[in-house]
């Protein structure tokens, strides 16, 4: 394999370079091959690499990138008016072949909007879509879409399945169960455009489909990958995390509503506080863009130093197992 | 106010009248003025009663009802060719005036187009919704629709939200803030649907409209009332309690992961099983079917006698609050 080089999104997320630089830097310390590109505002990225001893400056490039696509900017604003953004100039840095793969925590519908547009589809596919792993009492679960795309017909469902079995086998599953979303597991149920997909799901060759599955046979691992549209995967997903961080509050309430229940506490709390890493995952981990003629990771905007850690190792998995070529190759025998 | 009487339909739910039956006595007990109606197959339900000493006839009374609606009846089926099941006998009990409240634990799909059949919307409602008490960090939230209706439209998502907010008024929640469910709070994000219904909803007086609240903020307790459609509601309550479940796994795994992990799980555990009730809110409360002319109270299928006496509970507290007459008055003041 060449050496992975990876291009950064130095100004995106909540905490923006304060948080990218060192995460990076620590990286490039825990990988000794790996090349990072750093894009954005030079001046303070350099002053913030500065603060770190013994850096390794052969393996770590400031591209400078003078605009910043904010949380709040539309898509479109994104593509026309900020041609010189750090998201756009790390995603054209993949795009020349300078880098393997981009990085961003910044605003989602920009990085998809943006990703399309600068990297484009691979042949077939409509719409690229956000993959996640999921944990479950089985023990993950690929989940897309995650909010790319809201609006969803049964053929972009049908082509999500497609990418997240090959995304699944390529991070280690074997013979993937690919599952679809529904309000109940009989033929039925569903809206129109999840029964159309089921339907054109059925007739797949070589897709390991093995029907519905409902909200709570996620968790109990039923499949390897579900799939469903942008809206209803952000949602699960944004509640998901909602409900574990109330848990998590609750449980250490629970531990401090007496003297007696505040000394198991002391000792349960350390044992508790292991879980709440494992119950949000996208924070932690990242999620792919997948689709695209080349590897983009978003982290998640509230990660902190671990969180983008996690994303570029998993951009790193995903450019040892050339991610895009492998759909590519799947993606001519499967669709339609 | 009247005497309650309440008709169940005993053959619904996973355990049907073996658990139905214990529930209803237990409530006769606990309430000294509610009557039953037990309806479904007579010489089955009256074998299980004569299993209780002390029962109180005179408040509770067998109707028979020879068919089932099973769990994989299509709506359709269950309203043309089965005239005398016990869900429909249930429904035509409140029709007649015989009853102020039908609860049921069997099919969602065919309980809804039943109840619409039998006791119709109330004027202005294109749809009855399904709603339940979702907790939140800072109490509860009124989530709804839960499953009912899984192609909305923006007219429908308004709908919702004014009938939503009257039930949470009814249920003790002064001006609830209203929300719509979206995948992000600034007002480009969501689907076309949400769209719109935000644009209904900023119109409407006398409704505390907030804007949109994503999955986590809905655990936040950011709203009162949250609005989505029957689809996504469906997930989220789904997704949940599988979450909900796999984390008091988790949490009992984990303190038996070694010994002294037991020792503190041993003290721990009767504190976090105080948790697990709290969180599967559909399946300890049930939920309610709003928009009807009646009141028709879901019972989760897999509840046991303490999930179906809570529904019971629910049921008398909206006739106590004459919770359709209330509806009526607010629609006409808020329906376009």
Sequence with gaps: MSVPIIAIDAMGGDFGPHCIVPACISCLAEYPSLHLVLVGQSELIESLIARHSGVD?????VEHADEIIGMSDQPAQALRSKPGSSMRVSLELVRDGVAQACVSAGNTGALMALSRHVLKTLPGIDRPAMIA???TQAGFCHLLDLGANVDCSAEHLYQFAVMGSVAAEVLGAARPRVA???VGTEDIKGNQQ???AASLLQQAEGLNYIGFVEGDGLYRGEADV???????????????EGLAVMIAGRIEALFNSSLVARMVGLLAL??????????????????SLVGLQGIVLKSHGAAGQEGF????RRALREIEED??????????????
Tied chains: 1, 2.
Excluded: M, W, Y
């Design 226 to 240: 579900v799939v469903c549209d942008g809206f209803v995967g952000n949602v699960l997903l944004k509640s998901s």
């Design 309 to 312: 850690k996690s994303a570029i």
């Design 270 to 287: 350390p044992l508790l506080r292991r879980l709440r890493g494992e119950l949000t995952p996208a924070k932690h981990n990242g999620a």
């Design 323 to 336: 991610l895009p070529r492998r759909l590519q190759g799947r993606l001519d025998k499967h669709l339609l």
């Design 180 to 182: 679809l979303l529904n």
């Design 133 to 135: 792993a999921v944990p």
């Design 57 to 61: 400056r052969a393996r770590l490039r």
């Design 194 to 196: 999840v029964k159309l």
